[in-house]
Structures are given as structure tokens and as C-alpha cells.
């Protein structure tokens, strides 16, 4: 397998494998996770080329980055690691809200340092933006982290265009993640022109519109019982959504079977062809979806193959939003 890269942001560039690894379902959300399974499959991932690593202090909480730590020990420099802090949880679990002061910034990479084992971080997000701090004191404590030799690029998530602006003024972003994929395209109207604008690259996350896009979701009978898509969380899940989210998800495995791929394969390749400055971060917990995952980066799509994909899934055929609660997204 040939690995291929892209390089995010301009000012503070970083180059990553063209497809990363979204580790979160290894420990949480997505059903019962294991966690030697979890770091063969980190294994496999960089064995295969697959270097840009995705995890957050929140996922577990805070077991999925010790999990990565291990899985990267001994293998370090192979690694484009990246976290994310402002998600904060209590060691039961319990989620206590979105906190962007500095000295919750300060606290909280020292945290996942110590959890992955690492001297630095190489990509660290916001996770959520505090709207109770101005973005300018949030960056500005994530600045000082770069200056002290912990953390080398920095980036945001789910980040509206205008707070993009203001903290890209404070210290270059060299990355901005947010969900994106056939089933999710509205950061397309603003947001992507305006990380473009200013250098930005784009790490999108579920590529797969949750798993929907790979035609393995037929019911949600089908999802683990602990499985966070069974809840009002994900509407797109739920009832007549799922039924008309399902029916477009047919639509790409047509396009997918003339293809000779996978229609996982032909929607994290659509993803991929977006741009050069974007890098979709697939998650899995298993080995076998990661190798299909990579399979991707040999599907090669025409302007007319882009054309069929937008004629079968136009933006507002999905049905549900995204989050049944939207309101720790920023906008």
C-alpha cells in the first residue's frame, strides 16, 4: 500500500497520512469496546501508513488516550498524535461541561501527556468552543503550550467561521475538525471557504456519517443495546430517518458496486477528493474496517463519478440533524 499524505495549514504546517485513524469506539459510544483490540488495530494502522492518530481526554473518559499511549509506545515517531481538551468529564463519567479557561487548558494537556505517555502533542484541539471565554484567552493559553515545547500545532473543532477568524489571529490554526461526509455538508456554505482562506486544512470526523455509509447499518436493532446511536442523541437513526437515510445509503452502494468498491470505499473517497488540504479521520475498533478504510486511498473517482454522488445524495435528502441537541456546537 502506498501512503499517501497532505499537509494541514499553511503558517504551522503539519503533514499527516492522507487518512487518519479516529480512535474514540475503541473505548466508548459505539458499543463494548476492547482495548487489546483497540491498540491491534492502532498496530495495524501504522504498519499500513495510516499515522495520523485521533483521540480526546473525553473518550472513555480518559482511557481511550492511555490506550493510545500504549499502542504507540516504542513507535512514537511514526505517529502524527492528536488530541483534544474542553470536554470535561468526571472520572464516573459525568459530564460537567465545556471549559476553555486558560488554566483548564494548562491542566488539561499536562493530563493527557501523562495518560499517552508523550513529551508532546503534535495536533491539540479545542474540543468545543466555551462560549462563556473569549476564544482569544482560550488560543492564547494553547499558544503558551506551544511555546513551552508541549504541543506543536494547534487546532479547533466544531468552530464557527467568525471564531475561526479571532483565534486564528491569536496563533496560526492549522486545523480545523468537523463533521463531514455525503450525509453532513453545511460547513461547506461558510466554513470551508473561510479555513481556506486563511490556510487552514480540514480534519473531517465521521467520514462514514457514523457508520450509516457502509451499508453494514440496515436497523437499529442491529446496534449494540450500549451503542449511543440507539439514543435520541443521533436522530438519524431513529424510525422514518433511518428508513430515508437508508434508502440514499442504497443509492451510493449502487454507484459503489460499478465502481468495484465498497460504499464505505466511495464515501470516504468522496471525502477525500474535497481537497488536498482535508484528511478524514475513519473511525474503528476492529482491523478488518480499518484495512477496507485504507482500500480507499486505490478508488480513483471521475468528475462524473462526484457528479452521480451528489445526484444521489443531494445535501437536503438526509433526514434528522446531525445532534438531537446542538447546542455545544459553536455557530
Request: hydrophobic content about 40%.
Amino acid at each position: 500500500m502506498t501512503t499517501q499524505h497532505r499537509t494541514l495549514g499553511t503558517t504551522s504546517a503539519l503533514t499527516v497520512s492522507a487518512l487518519g485513524l479516529g480512535c474514540m469506539g475503541m473505548s466508548e459510544f459505539y458499543g463494548t469496546g476492547d482495548e487489546q483490540t483497540g491498540i491491534d488495530t492502532v498496530h495495524r494502522a501504522l504498519d499500513l501508513g495510516v499515522s495520523f492518530l485521533d483521540t480526546a481526554d473525553m473518550y472513555g473518559p480518559f482511557t481511550n488516550e492511555r490506550l493510545v499511549g500504549k499502542a504507540i509506545a516504542g513507535r512514537r515517531d511514526e505517529v502524527q498524535l492528536a488530541t483534544k481538551f474542553g470536554n470535561k468529564r468526571g472520572e464516573d463519567g459525568a459530564r460537567l461541561g465545556i471549559d476553555g479557561s486558560p488554566e483548564y487548558v494548562r491542566a488539561a494537556c499536562d493530563a493527557s501527556l501523562q495518560r499517552l505517555g508523550v513529551d508532546h502533542i503534535d495536533l491539540y484541539y479545542q474540543h468545543r468552543v466555551d462560549k462563556a471565554v473569549p476564544i482569544e484567552e482560550t488560543v492564547g493559553a494553547m499558544k503558551e503550550l506551544v511555546e513551552a515545547g508541549k504541543v506543536r500545532h494547534l487546532g479547533l473543532s466544531e468552530a464557527s467561521a467568525e471564531t475561526i477568524r479571532r483565534a486564528h489571529a491569536v496563533h496560526p490554526i492549522t486545523a480545523l475538525q468537523t463533521e463531514y461526509s455525503l450525509f453532513t455538508r453545511d460547513l461547506e456554505d461558510e466554513i470551508l471557504p473561510t479555513i481556506r482562506e486563511l490556510g487552514i486544512g480540514l480534519v473531517p470526523y465521521s467520514p462514514l456519517g457514523r457508520g450509516i455509509l457502509t451499508g453494514a447499518i440496515t436497523s437499529e436493532e442491529q446496534l449494540e443495546a450500549n451503542d449511543s446511536r440507539r439514543t435520541a442523541y443521533f436522530p438519524r437513526f431513529q424510525g422514518e430517518a433511518l428508513e430515508t437515510n437508508l434508502r440514499l445509503v442504497a443509492k451510493v452502494r449502487a454507484i459503489a458496486e460499478e465502481k468495484g468498491c465498497t460504499p464505505g470505499q466511495l464515501a470516504l473517497a468522496w471525502v477525500l477528493a474535497q481537497g488536498d488540504d482535508v484528511a478524514p479521520i475513519p473511525g474503528t475498533k476492529r482491523v478488518k474496517y480499518l484495512e477496507e478504510n485504507v482500500g480507499t486511498l486505490e478508488v480513483q473517482l471521475t468528475a462524473d463519478d462526484l457528479a452521480a454522488l451528489d445526484a444521489a445524495v443531494p445535501r437536503d435528502a438526509v433526514a434528522g440533524p446531525r445532534y438531537g441537541d446542538m447546542s455545544s456546537i459553536d455557530a
